[in-house]
């Protein structure tokens, strides 16, 4: 069976004032109808960069290698050009919610009117239709009162009934991909329990496939099928979840976890991964991790291994320089 | 008073609210009668959600806000500050001795000064040391204290990460030696990675420079981890208190509970153990009567969903504290 997506070898750079930065660099991925990739990472590793890219979303000084493909359902979307295809995409076969509901709805428009002009544009229905649906939406996503709300501006919203808002309008579409860009953030641990459950609920019934990116491993630990962990632009780790968080093979994955407080062992010290992420602009050459690495060999020190994901279980794949190293921590 | 730097005594923080200019006046009650005594030496942990007042009770205990009622002691060696009867004079030693670490490091440093003159302008503004030489040995000796290097302190922020930023917003506040700090949400902006780099030294530096934190955050494992004593506030009340193992191994209130259990588990196979609450936390302006919580508690009493039960701290055990709605 194919994938629903299908991302291959994707590079994506930046032209900027002060050089060609590369934002993410020979990226593989897939994801499955009603399956959850979950994309981690910290700030700057190309998470968002990703998934933007999916939707040719990213800014105009963009330039894609030419190998590259993102295949979504059977098409390539890097070839993707004129206003009517990418239509057929962005919010159409896919839909993203974003971290901050507040920047992401236009403030001086109805909710309601938004939901449904975004309806209008890709479905074949009227404006009477669309309302119908956008209520129904703004219910199945546990907004009491959903005819009131659809009438007020996001402003008067909360902010854990403005994300539900965003989800609603996300999937009203019906799209096939739903990319989460860090959707619970910005929210409370107990509205973030809210809203994780209202999205795994969701992805069940429609059966969609999900990229969600977070950098809080414990959500992924929640949501995900699949986990991909980024650094740098570059996926060092990737397999089933629990895979990744109880048997992690790469010195960066080790190190996320170790640094994260733990509620049920207070006792364990927090360590900190040395160093901070290098600037995109001197991207080091060979693993990009080892400037930070605390167990690297001396030949991915110099930078002689190229990165290159090896499978070590089945569905389990990590950077051939971190197999090495990680044996070692 | 011993042991304890700060006492605060029935401190409620309340903001005048008008919706528009013919609307009647309201109050929002932001925090409620809240008795806290700080020790010295000590990690102090204030946690909640947002809207829970715990910024307000920060800023009214540097006296960043006005209280509104009941007072806030800060016992020094030699003589106590009694925060809502003080002269000018007495409010600018206090802030020698009192200071504020924010959140964002990305907003708190003016990109126009170098690193040196940002650690440097709390001395110059509180005519704190006599000469330029003078300024910059502190700077330079709180600069490594904090892990800056001495050539850091030529730049710019823009030059600095997220983790390095926090750095020098520390350093910042310590450098007119205070022995009180707010951190308020210190870490919440930082990547996890760095996040443990930041604690690790805010703890460093407290056994060095005898320092007594009053730590805000909304992130309970991070509370879990470095704090003594921990408070966990609702919607402007304390609901529960006590040494932070106790109160995390053995929480009383409900809210507590929920908000324990909230916390995504790093377990794949420990999924939807959350209590899950119903709502969101009520506005300020009409806070429910009786017990705050009432309205999202997963388990209400009889009697408590009339609203019949005061808010009020009982002592369940030596040093944990619970509000009596849950406690009973």
């Known amino acids: 069976m194919s994938h629903l997506l299908e991302v291959k070898n994707l590079d994506v750079k930046f032209d900027t004032d002060e050089g060609r930065i590369t934002a993410v660099e020979n990226i593989s991925l897939s994801v499955d109808q009603g399956e959850v990739l979950g994309i981690v990472g ?56 974003f971290q901050e509901p507040m920047a992401s709805f236009a403030p001086a428009i109805k909710i309601g009117a938004q939901m449904v002009e975004q309806l209008l544009i890709h479905k074949d229905i009227n404006k009477h239709e669309a309302k119908s649906i ?98 740098l632009g570059s996926v060092v780790e990737k397999g089933p979840v629990n895979e990744i968080l109880k048997n992690p093979k790469h010195p960066y994955t080790k190190g996320l976890l170790q640094a994260l407080p733990d509620i049920n062992n207070l006792d364990a010290p927090l360590s900190p991964i040395p160093g901070n992420i290098p600037s995109p602009l001197d991207r080091p050459t060979g693993c990009v991790f080892r400037t930070r690495c605390p167990h690297h060999n001396p030949e991915g020190k110099d930078g002689k291994i190229e990165m290159k994901l090896i499978e070590v279980k089945p569905g389990h794949w990590v950077d051939q320089c971190g197999i090495k190293c990680g044996q070692n921590g | 008073m011993g042991d304890n730097l700060i006492s605060v005594n029935n401190v409620s923080v309340n903001f005048d609210y008008q919706e528009n200019f013919i609307s009647k006046k309201q109050k929002i009650h932001a ?42 002691i800060f016992h020094d060696d030699e003589r106590d500050y009694d925060l809502t009867d003080m002269n000018k004079q007495d409010l600018k030693e206090y802030r020698k001795k009192a200071q504020l670490i924010f959140q964002d490091p990305y907003a708190a440093l003016s990109p126009r000064m170098t690193v040196r003159d940002i650690i440097a302008e709390p001395l110059e503004v509180m005519r704190i040391t006599s000469s330029r030489q003078e300024t910059d040995e502190r700077v330079r000796d709180i600069a490594a204290k904090c892990r800056l290097n001495i050539e850091h302190l030529r730049r710019f922020p ?60 909304h992130d309970l494992s991070v509370v879990a981890h470095v704090c003594d004593v921990v408070a966990v506030m609702y919607l402007g009340h304390i609901v529960e208190m006590g040494p932070s193992r106790e109160l995390f191994k053995n929480p009383k209130h409900s809210y507590t509970k929920a908000l324990l259990s909230s916390i995504p588990s790093i377990d794949p196979e420990k999924r939807s153990e959350a209590i899950e609450l119903k709502g969101e936390i009520p506005s300020a302006l009409n806070p429910p009567p009786g017990c705050v919580f009432r309205t999202r508690c997963p388990n209400p009493g009889v009697d408590c969903k009339g609203g019949e039960i005061k808010m009020g701290l009982i002592e369940v055990e030596p040093g944990h504290w619970v509000d009596q709605c849950c406690a009973l």
């Open chain 1, 42 to 97: 910290e700030s700057g590793s190309g998470k968002s960069v990703t998934a933007k890219s999916i939707m040719k979303l990213n800014p105009g000084n963009t330039s894609y290698n030419e190998d590259a493909e993102i295949i979504l359902d059977n098409e390539n979307v890097l070839q993707f050009t004129s206003k009517q295809d990418l239509k057929k995409i962005r919010g159409g076969k896919v839909s993203m919610i």
């Open chain 1, 134 to 231: 956008s209520i129904n939406m703004l219910k199945r996503v546990g907004i009491a009162d959903a005819e009131k709300r659809f009438n007020q501006y996001a402003f008067e919203l909360s902010g854990g009934m403005r994300q539900r808002a965003m989800i609603a309008m996300a999937l009203s579409t019906m799209p096939k991909l739903l990319l989460a860009d860090e959707p619970t953030t910005a929210l409370d641990v107990t509205i973030q329990a809210q809203v994780i459950n209202l999205i795994k609920d969701i992805i069940k019934e429609y059966q969609m496939g999900v990229i969600f990116i977070t950098h809080d491993l414990g959500v992924i630990a929640q949501v995900a099928d699949h986990v991909a962990v980024m650094y």
């Open chain 2, 31 to 72: 925090v409620n009668n809240i008795n806290i005594k700080i020790k010295k030496g000590s990690f102090f942990g204030l946690v909640g959600e947002s809207g829970s007042g715990k910024t307000t009770l920060g800023r009214a205990i540097l006296g960043a806000n006005k209280i509104s009622s009941g007072n806030v």
């Open chain 2, 158 to 217: 823009h030059a600095f990460s997220g983790g390095q930023r926090q750095r020098i917003s520390i350093a910042r506040a310590l450098v007119s030696n205070p022995k009180f700090i707010v951190a308020d949400e210190s870490v919440a902006a930082l990547d996890v990675s760095i996040q443990a780099d930041i604690l690790n030294l805010l703890k460093q530096l407290q056994t060095e420079l005898n320092l007594t934190y009053l730590f805000i955050s």
